[in-house]
Each structure stands twice: as structure tokens, then as C-alpha cells.
């Protein structure tokens, strides 16, 4: 039943990959959806066997790699953490392909568009199922893959194209910290298994690694390249410029990398290495300062975009910043609560985008947008619960976990350990939460209830969207709603023991119980800030108070945060155009122009007689010719092999090879 979880999405990719066109559109999302389907009930079963029996499973498959003392096997773990996020991925990717077949319905390429969903399903399932570091890296270099080819789906544009790129090589530099992380470890305990690297740790907490003449300790070298690692996948301040940009494929891509696949992958790793983490403090401080900072920063920055999407990105950027923080307060059930809340009311927020986008003829624009509220009102009463599950809004979703981490960050605030970083958690969480109520609210004025400022012509043919697009939108509109309260005790409940061993937080780092004795004036900050928030957007978009605010605001800020930063603009100067500069004129002029071309083809072939230019001749440039010396090659290889196994005589070997070469 648990190898099923993993195998059906592979085996939906497969067949709708290799047969799609045999299928057709109705078959390929009908295989596709069944498949995935199937996968969330028994993810559902698993979740029940495990999280509420108590039950772990570790299932080995069969032997990998075996090199000296490395010792990796195909195996799988189901733990109470494994099995949360085998729920959440299943249930929002079951929602998604469902959204897609009529989303997606007049594109020629369906097939081929059900088939990366699944696979990018899969991949994500076997990172968060492995029991090693090494397996772990398949699916992390798999999500990887499979986001690059969703978000360049519709490859003729150029933005997609672009996109992707970028996508594909910022990441490259966390799978690098990652990897770096992963030889580190192997070199520590000499081993890449989950359980024996967190049996060990507590051992070699004091070991120390003498690099460059300098002490560093092994846990804190470890936690700070699979931190890397983390940022690049989970869009972290330094490594987040691909996250705004990935808008550019489908919107259910983009609905299923921020809610449940890609972006999650980052927030997973470091809970899932919570028992190496706990260890080193240095490591919790440095979660505390990006984590606060990103959420910040993002939260900025989506107040000043005009794209729906985009907006919507940068929220998802913001929140994976107090999952982030979350960890560096060692309250890693706490961040797995708000990921498993997020990933309802985000994926309602995308999906719900898609339907306005998909009203408006492809429009993404919002200051094209306004008065939809009267022909898509069911599509504004889900974004508006999507948003203010987002804000905090109490007694939704979001509010029980977002609530509770900056209920969290007070009790650190007063304590003697995270002194600074607690103050950095503290203060920019909640000042986030103004300006995510703000621009929450400025997308639903813009869209729904401002004057419209499209033509008359595609607004009188907006409507509703069909059945399959709006049962995704009412289930997660219902998930954005109770999902936060009847898992809140389950979760993060006091004395719950759901969690077990998947998750160690020390004693000393434990503050959960503190947290129930915040000043109750204290634990109503959020809610203020965000109702603030709230109120100046309304006013800036009903009473027209934005000319005021823009004259006067504008020379302190408003410019800087609306070029998000100028973090692309730094990036390329100091970063891809020295590196292009140098591929260039070094890299290319000098070397493979140069000096390897002098040594070869213009210099060292020189001296070889005429006659043995005849096998330049071969090199034809045709690959049917490169691949019949390719056949022949490998049938002598196999031949002679085969021969000297199985036959003694040269007869019986000259014959073998005649009827290999001619088969």
C-alpha cells in the first residue's frame, strides 16, 4: 500500500507521457486525475495508520550503491512527518489536475501538461518518503527538473523561456550548498541514513573541522549548507529572484509549486533535520535573522505589484519566511502546522487567480481589472476567504498557526538565549502582517470592487468558470476555513504526541508552554496590525488617498521597494555579467578558441599524414551514421564478451558474432 502512494503518479506520468496522443484529452486526464486520486486515499489510510495508531514504517527495497563504508539502498520512511506532507502534496495535487482539465482543456498539449504534474508529483513524494540524504537529493533534483519544464510548458514564449533559466540555475546554487552538505555529512558519520546521522549527533556535537586554520564546528558546517540549500529552494532572501518570475508558466503550475511541491521542499529539509539542528545555535540564529528578514522584505514588495500572480508569489515568498524563522525558534511542529495551513489557502489564492485570468482573456494585469465582483461573485467570495486566511483573520486557517509563531517570537523576545534574534523575529513578523493585510486587500479592491478599466467586450463575457474549476476552489475555500482548527490540537495541541520521534526540539528550546502566558494585549498585536492594514487599503482605494500618499511617500521608499530592491539589478552587475564577461573573453576566446584549437585542429592534426585524415571523413555530422558505428561497436563489445564467456573455439566465437551483428 505505501510503495502504491509513489508508483500510481509515476505510473499516470508514464502512461500519459508516452500514450497521450493514443488517449486523447479525456483519456489522459482521466488516467492522470484517477491516478493521483488514488494516491491521496492511500495517503489518507497512511496517515491514519500512522498518525493516529502510532505506527512507523521503514520499508528497504533493495541495495543501491555499496562502496567501502558507503552503504546506500532503495528504502522508504513513513513517520508521522512523512505521512502530513504525503497528504497535503496528494490532496492539493489531486485538486490541481482536477482544476487543470478544464483550465488547460483548449491546449493542444494536455497530455504532455498532465504528465509533468504527475511527475512532479512523484518526485516530491520520493524526497519527502527516502530515509537518506542521497534518495532525498533524487527528488530534490527531480522537483528541480520537473518545475523547470512546467514553468517553460508553453516554451514558444520568450518570458517562459527566461524564466525557467533562471529558475533552473538560482537553484543550482542551493543543490550545490546541499550537496556540499550531504559530502560533509558522510565525512562526520560516515553514513547518509537519516536515523544514524541523528542517533550520532548528539556525539559529535563538539566534533570541530580545522579549514583554512580555522576551528569550525561539524553540526553548525553541516546545518549551514543544507541552510543553502533550503534558501535556494525554498526562495529565501538571496536566492528568491526566481520565485516572482516562475509566474510565467500555467496557473496551476504555479498552484502546485507554492503550495505543495518546489517551495515546501526547503521548510521539510530543515524540520526533517530538526534532531541535528537542535545542536547548534548558531544555525537557529541565522533561521531567525533570514527567515524574519525574507518575511519582511517580501511582504514589501508585494504591496507595490500590479501583476495578480505576482502578488499572490511574493505572499508565498513572505510566509515561507516565518516557516523559516519558525525553525530557528525550534518550533518545527509549529512550521510543519502553518506549511500544511498555507498550503490550502495558497493554493485557493492561485487557483482563484486562475479563474479571474481565465474570465478575462488571459489578463493578469490588476489595473485592468475591477467590478468583477457582479459577474464572478462566487470567485470573489473564495479570494476574499483566501485573503484573509492569508491576513490572519481569526478563527480562519492561516490565523491558527501565523498567530501562534508570533505569539512564539514574544516569549523569545524576553529570553536570555535569542535575545537580538528574537527581537529581529519579533518585530519584522508583525510588521509583516500589516503590509501582508494590505496588499491582500489591495488585490481584492483592484479586481473585484474598484471601476473596471477593461473593454466592454471581455468584461460582459466574464462568467464562472465550469464544475471541474470550481469543486478544487469550494474545497480549499472549505480547507481554508477548518483546516487551521481541527488539526490545531492534533498538531501543536499541549501533550499531543503525533509527532513522536520525526520532529526533537530540547527542553531548553521549548516554548510552547511560556507561550500560553503572553499578555493577552500582546497576543491581539496581529490582529490590530493586520485590521490596520485593512482599514489604509480600503481607504486608499475608495477614498482615492493614493495621489496623497504617492506624493508624499514616494521620495522615501515607494520607488525603491517598487523595483523589488533592486535585487535583479545587483544580481546581473555584480554577478551574471562578470561571469558572462569572463566565459567569454577568457572562457571562449582564449581557451577553447585559443589554445585548444591551436593544439588540435589547427595545429597538432597538422602533422598527421594525409592518409590518416580518411577517418575525419567518417565524421559526418548525421546522427543515423554516429548511431550505426554506435550499434556496431556495442554488438562487437557483446560479442567478444560473450564469446570468451560462453565459447572456447574460434569457430563457435567467428559464428556468435556473425548472428549477433546480423540480429
Given at each position: ?585 577568457v572562457s571562449f576566446k582564449n581557451l577553447d578558441r585559443g589554445f585548444i584549437e591551436l593544439l588540435g585542429p589547427y595545429g597538432f592534426t597538422k602533422l598527421i599524414p594525409t592518409w590518416a585524415n580518411i577517418f575525419s571523413k ?46
Amino acid at each position: 500500500m505505501y510503495l502504491l502512494i509513489l508508483l500510481l503518479p509515476l505510473l499516470g506520468a508514464l502512461s500519459v507521457g508516452f500514450f497521450g496522443r493514443f488517449l486523447g484529452h479525456k483519456g489522459s486526464g482521466i488516467i492522470s486525475l484517477l491516478c493521483v486520486i488514488l494516491s491521496m486515499l492511500l495517503s489518507l489510510l497512511a496517515f491514519y495508520e500512522v498518525g493516529f495508531m502510532g505506527l512507523s514504517y521503514h520499508l528497504t527495497i533493495s541495495p543501491w550503491i555499496e562502496v567501502g563504508v558507503l552503504k546506500i539502498s532503495w528504502s522508504f520512511l513513513f513517520d508521522s512527518l512523512t505521512v502530513t506532507m504525503l497528504v497535503v502534496i496528494t490532496v492539493i495535487s489531486s485538486l490541481v489536475h482536477s482544476y487543470s482539465l478544464e483550465y488547460m482543456y483548449s491546449d493542444p498539449h494536455l497530455p504532455r501538461f498532465m504528465a509533468f504534474l504527475e511527475i512532479f508529483t512523484f518526485f516530491m513524494l520520493i524526497l519527502v518518503t527516502a530515509d537518506n540524504l542521497v534518495q532525498m537529493f533524487v527528488g530534490w533534483e527531480g522537483v528541480g527538473l520537473a518545475s523547470y519544464l512546467l514553468i517553460n510548458f508553453w516554451f514558444t514564449r520568450l518570458a517562459a523561456n527566461q524564466s525557467a533559466i533562471k529558475a533552473l540555475v538560482v537553484n543550482r546554487i542551493g543543490d550545490f550548498g546541499l550537496s556540499l552538505g550531504i559530502l560533509t555529512a558522510f565525512y562526520i558519520f560516515q553514513s547518509v541514513d537519516y536515523y544514524t546521522i541523528f542517533s550520532l549527533t548528539p556525539l559529535m556535537s563538539n566534533f570541530l573541522l580545522n579549514i583554512g586554520g580555522i576551528d569550525i564546528s561539524g553540526i553548525t558546517l553541516i546545518g549551514i549548507f543544507l541552510f543553502v540549500g533550503a534558501v535556494g529552494k525554498s526562495a529565501q532572501l538571496g536566492l528568491h529572484t526566481w520565485l516572482p518570475d516562475a509566474m510565467e508558466g500555467p496557473t496551476p503550475v504555479s498552484a502546485l509549486i507554492h503550495a505543495a511541491t518546489m517551495v515546501t521542499a526547503g521548510v521539510f529539509l530543515l524540520i526533517r533535520f530538526s534532531p541535528l539542528l537542535e545542536f547548534s545555535s548558531t544555525i537557529l540564529n541565522i533561521l531567525i535573522i533570514f527567515g524574519s528578514i525574507t518575511a519582511f522584505f517580501a511582504a514589501m514588495s508585494g504591496v507595490f505589484q500590479n501583476d495578480l500572480k505576482r502578488v499572490i508569489a511574493y505572499s508565498t515568498c513572505s510566509q515561507l519566511g516565518y516557516m523559516i524563522f519558525s525553525c530557528g525558534i525550534s518550533c518545527y511542529n509549529v512550521s510543519m502546522f502553518h506549511l500544511a495551513n498555507h498550503a490550502f489557502f495558497k493554493a485557493l489564492l492561485f487557483l482563484s487567480a486562475g479563474s479571474v485570468i481565465h474570465a478575462l482573456a488571459n489578463e493578469q494585469d490588476m489595473r485592468r481589472m475591477g467590478s468583477l465582483i457582479k459577474f464572478l461573485p462566487l470567485t470573489y467570495s473564495l479570494m476574499l476567504i483566501g485573503s484573509l486566511a492569508l491576513a490572519g483573520f481569526p478563527f480562519l486557517t492561516g490565523f491558527y498557526s501565523k498567530d501562534f509563531i508570533l505569539e512564539l517570537t514574544q516569549v523569545t523576545l524576553n529570553s536570555n538565549l535569542y535575545n537580538v534574534q528574537g527581537s529581529f523575529a519579533c518585530w519584522l513578523g508583525n510588521l509583516s502582517v500589516f503590509f501582508t493585510a494590505f496588499y491582500s486587500f489591495r488585490l481584492i479592491y483592484l479586481t473585484f470592487i474598484n471601476s473596471t478599466n477593461t473593454t466592454k467586450k471581455i468584461i460582459l463575457k466574464s462568467h464562472e468558470p465550469s464544475l471541474y474549476m470550481l469543486f478544487p476552489l469550494i474545497f480549499l475555500g472549505f480547507g481554508s476555513i477548518f483546516v487551521g482548527y481541527l488539526t490545531k490540537d492534533l498538531f501543536i495541541g499541549l501533550g499531543t504526541d503525533f509527532w513522536n520521534s520525526s520532529i526533537l526540539i530540547l527542553p531548553t528550546h521549548s516554548y510552547f508552554i511560556e507561550a500560553e502566558w503572553v499578555d493577552v494585549r500582546i497576543k491581539w498585536l496581529p490582529f490590530l496590525l493586520s485590521s490596520l492594514g485593512i482599514i489604509l487599503s480600503t481607504l486608499v482605494n475608495i477614498k482615492n488617498t493614493y495621489i496623497y500618499l504617492y506624493t508624499k511617500i514616494y521620495r522615501f521608499g515607494c520607488f525603491l521597494i517598487n523595483k523589488k530592491w533592486y535585487w535583479d539589478v545587483l544580481y546581473n552587475r555584480f554577478f551574471v555579467y562578470p561571469i558572462l564577461n569572463f566565459g567569454y573573453l577568457v572562457s571562449f576566446k582564449n581557451l577553447d578558441r585559443g589554445f585548444i584549437e591551436l593544439l588540435g585542429p589547427y595545429g597538432f592534426t597538422k602533422l598527421i599524414p594525409t592518409w590518416a585524415n580518411i577517418f575525419s571523413k567518417l565524421q559526418s555530422g548525421q546522427l543515423s551514421h554516429y548511431l550505426f558505428f554506435f550499434v556496431v561497436g556495442f554488438c562487437l563489445l557483446l560479442a567478444i564478451l560473450m564469446g570468451n564467456i560462453l565459447f572456447h573455439n574460434l569457430q563457435l566465437l567467428f559464428f556468435y558474432f556473425v548472428l549477433i551483428f546480423f540480429i
